[in-house]
């Protein structure tokens, strides 16, 4: 019997999630909730509260969902798949103990202190003045995170005094980050190159996603205040095999027993933010989702079932499953209203080719028209058999869209072609 879907979210990822789902012979229909403009027409957008368990799971018994897969943070923080498990529904996600791999930074490090994985120097605290005695103590520079979900705002990466107080500012004085911000990390600054490892864990197996680059900040060379993400890049040159393994191997499995140890194993989405420190690979955060954009470059090269895949690691039945990419590469770019990540336009009317494969993100539909509604509007995909071909190709196809104040950096995948490895090839089959 074909399956019925349910992926909740409203962002580019969300769309990668319901195109990939979309193309499977095994599903019947596929709802998201609340969804965008591009769902809408490959999908049946549901207005319900996603961050409410009881509405989610009162719709999912109603419409005889099958399966549910969350795509942001927040529900799992709201303790969603605990409550789906509780009434023996298919949800795909970590419980509300292991979600706080990435809702509190500190469990993090906490949980990578016992497993004696490589990550930065890290100090607990409450108040500015532990923060300028830090300061006092150990010079600059260093980074400042609060410890809760703070929608990727509350990372202060600090180079000078400057930058020290408008942390401070923001966390203390304008007080944006409410309960998120009740204990705050500071972590020693490394530097090196960064990349997104992506896995998919049943509670005590697990087996590892294409790997991706994201592009943080909002202007060309790095520059600019951060973002969701302007564009993305997979594979990256930097996943060798080798590193791969050891990725595997040193963070991982040791994280995953550790969970299992503690009663809440880990199954759903575990992406590992990386630092490579001469060829080491340190971890900068987790997540307890898949990435956006990296997402929109990981299921496109993504040849296995989505569903299948979910499916079998919903049910913890991962062990022997076999993960197949296409050789491409692949490369996003978002397509920004001019402003973004502050203040920017919305309601301006898009206009796109049908030739070009695109994941909506702030976008709605209104009497057919499709119209800008966020600061991150679309995800322009492009492909090649490398990186210089793929982002020819995704620039290409920019050409192809049009609308009022659109923005997107010049330079996405440009880190990529400067890494002397960038001959070597990843393991393919995860």
Sequence with gaps: MKKNILVLGNGGREHAFVWSLMKDQQIHKIYCAPGNGGTQD?????????????????????????????????????????????ENKLIFGPSKFASQLETS??????????????????????????????????????????????????????????????????????????????????????????????????????????TAQDHKRAFDDDLGPNTGGMGAYSPTPLSTRSLINEVKEEIYKPVLDYMIGLGFPFKGFLYAGLMLVDGKPYVIEFNVRMGDPETQVVLPLLQSSLYDLIHKATIQNLDDYKIKNSDATCVTIVLASNGYPNEYIKGQEILIEDDVLVFHAGTIKNKNKVIVNGGRVLNVVGFGNDLDDAIVDAYENIKKIKFKDMYFRKDIGKKGLSYKSKNILEDKNG
């Design 42 to 86: 490959i999908a049946t957008n549901i207005n319900i509260d996603i961050n409410n368990p009881k509405e989610v799971l009162n719709f999912v018994k109603e419409n005889n969902v099958d399966l549910t897969i969350v795509g942001p943070e927040a529900p799992l923080e709201k303790g969603i798949v605990d409550y789906f498990e509780n």
């Design 105 to 210: 930074k500190i469990f993090a490090r906490e949980v990578l202190n016992e497993c004696n994985v490589n990550q930065p120097n890290f100090y607990i605290c409450k108040t500015s003045k532990d923060i300028m005695n830090y300061f006092e103590k150990n010079g600059l520079p260093f980074v400042i995170k609060v410890d809760g979900l703070a929608a990727g705002k509350g990372v202060f990466v600090c180079h000078d005094l400057n930058d020290v107080n408008q942390a401070i500012v923001s966390i203390f004085d304008e007080d944006n980050f409410g309960k998120s911000s009740d204990k705050i990390l500071i972590e020693e600054f490394l530097e090196g190159e960064e990349l997104s490892v992506f896995a998919v864990c049943d509670g005590k197996n697990f087996k590892v996603l294409n």
